[in-house]
């Protein structure tokens, strides 16, 4: 079948700012046609108001949940000691922030969420392509979370209620409890999608330094039962600083980037609310660093406290906070656990699938309509084979997530800020027959790149516990550095691929491609 050019929408003029943000110009009508809506639409500049505490307290947020408690006793429990654990974690969230910053520039300089920015390098329609892998992994994540609050319900309810509903017979694998309460924690996260996001963002405005606290009274408790705060900072590495140590580094060092990578890619969502580029930059270097290697090293000594008094790491905060015997210990930690698994799982796992999906098709598909697809694919996922221990949830799941989303942002980097040194046409974005619609609609050398990226730094993975085997076993001395592999790779050949077919343009498209915006 021949692809066919739908009809060329006219251009809109842009105007850029002294302050250097671009958005459509005054007087001028906002792109129309079958690739925008108004979710998708460049957000004006009187309403890209977010200041840096903003920005601060979204990754606050964004941190302090149950994931990232586990993601750092996840590595107590494969080995590290507390020093160890945190060194990784700490270390990775300063890599990850580059990439995070560099994506995010477009944000507050064009108004325009993360699929509308990929279309600068995979095409109008290419774009789709990453994404829906992005929109596929928050299911995941959404899934996990979810699993992680019904849990929550599951085992705190179960020391309440008692026997009847701990030992339930099994569905599966799991009390027909255990299932019921996924389906409830679920049920509670579409009802508040179904409030909108100004429901959202009130709830978010109280949430994190509710779970922070919630971090220091597990911190003070367990510090209780092991009888002060030396037991918990001398649990021994089982692995040394020597070989043993860098083995299990690397794939950790890349799990624990591939923890934000997601973000990394779709930061442009939050950031586009930007006020300035400063906002940004300053906001996510003071909240993502600082933010997460502190609620690693609370939850690695809480994690290590447990070592020394039950004599077995107990990495997943939910099970742990069960062996209290305090009733309203055991309320609180339900309340915390839920709170936490809310704000983070909205925040961040419903607002770029919901985006995501309606970039497909911005006409039938609303941002509200993407949260609900993202809600039902989450448990066809099965997010409780992903989260049913830390060997698969570190090296498994994030793996392979920060190996394949590491080759997307290696493909964006390279094509704004290599290739076009940070200029975009705003028009160009949502039509047909621009500079962004390449061939039918797809830039073949930013899939290209894609693939190549993804196959190098997943293919020789073990994806245990989901499948036996690795894919490509002639691969496998890459797959502890999949993230770096992928964004390596994929940026290198994206540019090459550019630079080389540059001549083999058209007049009329090499024209296309070289016109400056137009700017009022």
Not at 284 to 293: F, R
Not at 435 to 451: C, E
Request: charged letters at 10%; proline letters at 6%; hydrophobic letters at 50%.
């Amino acid at each position: 079948m021949t692809d066919t050019t739908p009809p060329a929408i006219p251009p809109t003029a842009q105007v850029t700012l002294a302050d250097g943000r671009v958005e459509i110009a005054p007087g001028s009508p906002p792109p129309s046609g079958p690739y925008a809506n108004d979710d998708l639409l460049p957000v004006p500049v009187e309403k890209r108001t977010w200041t840096t505490y903003n920005f601060s307290a979204l990754w606050v947020g964004m941190a302090h949940n149950t994931a990232s408690w586990t993601l750092a006793s996840g590595l107590i429990a494969v080995g590290m000691d507390w020093k160890q654990a945190v060194f990784t974690i700490a270390l990775a969230n300063l890599i990850v922030l580059v990439p995070m910053l560099l994506t995010g520039h477009a944000g507050p300089k064009y108004g325009i969420p993360f699929p509308v920015f990929a279309r600068a390098s995979f095409g109008v329609r290419g774009a789709n392509l990453p994404a829906v892998v992005r929109a596929l992994v928050a299911c995941g994540w959404f899934g996990i979370q979810t699993w992680i609050g019904g849990e929550a319900i599951y085992f705190l309810a179960g020391k309440l209620i008692g026997d009847s509903w701990a030992n339930a017979s099994h569905i599966g694998a799991y009390a027909w409890t255990m299932w019921l309460s996924f389906a409830l924690f679920w049920a509670l996260q579409v009802a508040i999608i179904y409030r909108g996001m100004e429901t959202i963002r009130r709830f978010e405005n109280w949430a994190a330094p509710f779970v922070l606290v919630g971090a220091f009274v597990m911190l003070w408790w367990m510090s209780g039962k092991a009888g002060g705060f030396g037991p918990l900072f001398d649990q021994p590495s089982k692995l040394g600083w020597g070989g043993g140590f860098w083995k299990l580094f690397w794939p950790s060092l890349m799990g624990m980037i591939g923890f934000w990578s997601t973000l990394s890619l779709n930061i442009p969502d939050f950031t586009r609310y930007g006020r300035s580029q400063k906002a940004q930059t300053w906001g996510q270097a003071l909240g993502l660093p600082t933010t997460m290697t502190l609620f690693a090293f609370l939850s690695v000594l809480v994690t290590s406290g447990s070592q020394a008094v039950y004599g077995t790491a107990i990495w997943d905060p939910v099970q742990l906070a069960a062996k209290t015997d305090s009733t309203v210990g055991l309320l609180y930690a339900l309340v915390t656990v839920l709170v936490a698994t809310l704000s983070v799982n909205i925040a961040a796992n419903l607002v770029s699938p919901a985006f995501d999906f309606s970039n497909i098709a911005p006409r039938r598909i609303s941002f509200r309509t993407g949260a609900l697809v993202t809600s039902v694919l989450a448990v066809l996922i099965c997010p409780w084979k992903l989260y049913s221990d830390p060997q698969g949830y570190i090296f498994t799941w994030l793996g392979l997530v920060g190996g394949l989303l590491g080759t997307v942002a290696g493909i964006l980097i390279a094509d704004y800020w290599i290739l076009r040194r940070g200029k975009l046409d705003l028009t160009d974005l949502y039509r047909a027959g621009g500079r962004y619609w390449y061939d039918g609609g797809w830039n073949w050398r930013a899939v290209v790149a894609f693939l190549a990226g993804g196959v190098l730094a997943v293919g020789g993975a073990d994806f245990h516990p989901l499948l036996d085997g690795r894919p490509v076993p002639a691969l496998s001395a890459l797959a502890d550095y999949g993230w770096a592999v992928g964004l390596g790779t994929s940026m290198a050949l994206y540019v090459v691929l550019t630079l080389l077919t540059r001549g083999t343009q058209t007049p009329e498209q090499a024209a296309e491609q070289a016109a400056a915006p137009v700017e009022a």
